[in-house]
């Protein structure tokens, strides 16, 4: 049992070295330079070539398995990865959405043909996928999505709006959240369908977001046809596979991600005010918070074979991060803090979002209380 910890720890501390070496020589200067003050389409090429990088160096699905493309590790050598990547500010990649949502599902969910067609072109970078879930009408109660599947021969009809789509203006597919069957009950009557974002009928809208990004938009499907082999799981087991999808979204990569982008803000800030003053209770206060995300994210990556005790790790951990993240942000911007105020604000106007996507704050806790707690409804 100790020999085989230690063979462990030794391939572990191993990789770590390996990766730190790899990012070093592979995250270009120019992109640690200018990153955040790039016009749109320079840093779209560069977060798309990121993508190729990252598979030929055999960093691309690290936990996947190999017969897919994947290096066939564990969620240990992925979230160690994106906290190394983090810390080299390395570019976040185009097809994160593929990598952390689809890809996943589909080893959970998917057919051999689903998995042998889309898994090794989303970590190659070749293709990038979207999440349509949202709608206009359709956000935290994601099972009362109105756009509709409607079955005709050898596949559906997609009909309907989704909103805040990521990533839809360069997507070569959507992972698709639709209603299939207007008279079955609520949560079995969607089904999560692979959706060709060329395919005819599709049309996007761009919204632009209040940090200047244009990330994601408006995606409007006029009878899209998708093939009856890109249904994931049986018709009607919508909601089941949203869960996984969801599970993915709200777990210990991102968690990781951003805990390194806070501590990176929370150093910087503590720089700034470097003088005692009244703050200074508030900072510190927040610098411990800062740490106990970090733990946080170990505590799941240490449940990862317990499905439920992952789960309910990870939810916590999206409130944590993304409160604490806004919280650090919102005194920076009180500080006002001189040197550095352009980051501030950036950061100050992305991290409003953070308590938004992948499930609200006020939902999470909801689940919290429902599922973590075993508190009534
Ligand atoms: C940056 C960003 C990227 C995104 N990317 C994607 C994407 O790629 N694909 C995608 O499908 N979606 C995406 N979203 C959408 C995101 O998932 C939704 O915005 C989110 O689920 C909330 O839905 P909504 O905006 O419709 O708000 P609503 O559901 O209308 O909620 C409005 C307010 O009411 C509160 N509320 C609602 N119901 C309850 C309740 N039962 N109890 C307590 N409070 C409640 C909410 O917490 C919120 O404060 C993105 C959002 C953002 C901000």
């Known amino acids: 049992m100790v020999a085989a910890t230690t063979v462990e720890g030794a391939a572990r501390s191993r990789f770590r070295r390996d990766a730190e070496a790899w990012l070093a020589e592979n995250v ?86 689903q998995k042998s067609t889309y898994l090794q072109p989303i970590l190659s970078g070749e293709h990038v996928w979207c999440q349509g ?93 998708v093939a009856e082999e890109d249904l994931v799981g049986e018709e009607g087991e919508g909601w089941k596979m949203a869960m ?44 411990i918070r800062v740490e106990i995300v970090r733990t946080q994210v170990s505590k799941a990556v240490s449940r990862q074979d317990d499905e439920v005790a992952f789960l309910r790790s990870a939810m916590v951990l999206k409130v944590m991060w993304s409160e604490l993240w806004q919280e650090l942000t919102s005194l920076a911007a009180k500080l006002s803090c001189p040197v550095h105020r352009a980051h501030w604000r950036h950061q100050y106007l992305e991290s409003r979002s953070a308590t938004i996507y992948s499930g609200t704050s006020e939902i999470q806790r909801n689940i919290i209380a429902e599922r973590v707690l075993g508190l009534p409804k």
């Open 133 to 225: 879930f949202s709608e206009p009408g359709s956000g935290s109660d994601l099972a009362s999505v109105a756009c509709s599947a409607r079955r005709v021969d050898g596949g559906f009809l997609v009909r309907g709006t989704k909103t805040w789509t990521s990533f839809s203006r360069h997507s070569h597919r959507c992972l698709l959240l639709a209603r299939s069957d207007e008279s079955a009950p609520r949560y079995r009557n969607l089904s999560l369908l692979l959706l060709d974002m060329h395919a005819s009928g599709v049309e996007i809208s761009p919204i632009q977001q209040i940090s200047g990004s244009r990330h994601f938009s408006e995606t409007h499907f006029d009878d899209v046809f």
């Open 28 to 113: 270009s200067e120019y992109w640690r330079q200018h990153r955040g003050a790039l016009e749109e389409a320079e840093e779209t090429r560069i977060r798309a070539e990121w993508d190729r990088k990252l598979y030929q160096g055999g960093y691309a699905g690290l936990s996947l398995p190999v017969e897919y493309g994947g290096q066939g590790l564990g969620l240990a050598e992925e979230v160690a990865f994106g906290e190394l990547a983090a810390r080299a500010q390395a570019p976040d990649g185009l097809g994160r959405i593929g990598k952390i949502l689809t890809a996943p599902t589909l080893i959970a969910h998917g057919t051999e043909y």
């Open 244 to 287: 996984t999808v969801l599970a993915n979204e709200r777990g210990a990569v991102e968690g990781i991600t951003r805990y390194v982008e806070i501590r990176a803000d929370m150093d910087l800030l503590l720089e700034c005010c470097s003088q005692p003053g009244e703050a200074m209770e508030q900072l510190e206060s927040l610098n």
